[in-house]
Nanobody, 121 residues
Framework: EVQLVESGGGLVQAGGSLRLSCAASGFTFDDYAIGWFRQAPGKEREGVSCISSSDGRTYYGTSVTGRTTIYSDNAKNTVYLQMHSLKPEDTAVYYC??????????????WGQGTQVTVSS
């Protein structure tokens, strides 16, 4: 059974940093794409970042480019999302999701339960 468990969310002041973790289990951690998404109240879900294991490519949404780094630790089956210079508009529930193969805007098969990030002004 595939499981994704996010952690690392919390309350942070504007300008601060957070590192979110997505611990994965139940699938081969060598042919995957892990995407991070977020959803704020009353807003549509937004793609934040993605990493694919097969080609090592990373992708970032325009709203987080330059402030965010995604990377994986295959020994721990974990993908991290390091965010800096956080803004109040980054406040949302952050989800990680998995699909086989390369990064894509959608068609992720498995999702975590989400972790809340709140940025105070």
């Amino acid at each position: 059974e595939v499981q994704l468990v996010e952690s690392g969310g919390g309350l942070v002041q504007a300008g601060g940093s957070l590192r979110l973790s997505c611990a994965a289990s139940g699938f081969t951690f060598d042919d995957y794409a892990i995407g991070w998404f977020r959803q704020a109240p009353g807003k549509e879900r937004e793609g934040v970042s993605c990493i694919s294991s097969s080609d090592g490519r990373t992708y970032y949404g325009t709203s987080v480019t330059g402030r965010t780094t995604i990377y994986s630790d295959n020994a721990k089956n974990t993908v991290y999302l390091q965010m800096h210079s956080l803004k109040p508009e980054d406040t949302a529930v952050y989800y990680c999701a998995e699909r086989t193969g390369l990064c894509a805007p959608d068609e992720y098969e498995y999702w975590g339960q989400g972790t809340q990030v709140t940025v105070s002004s």
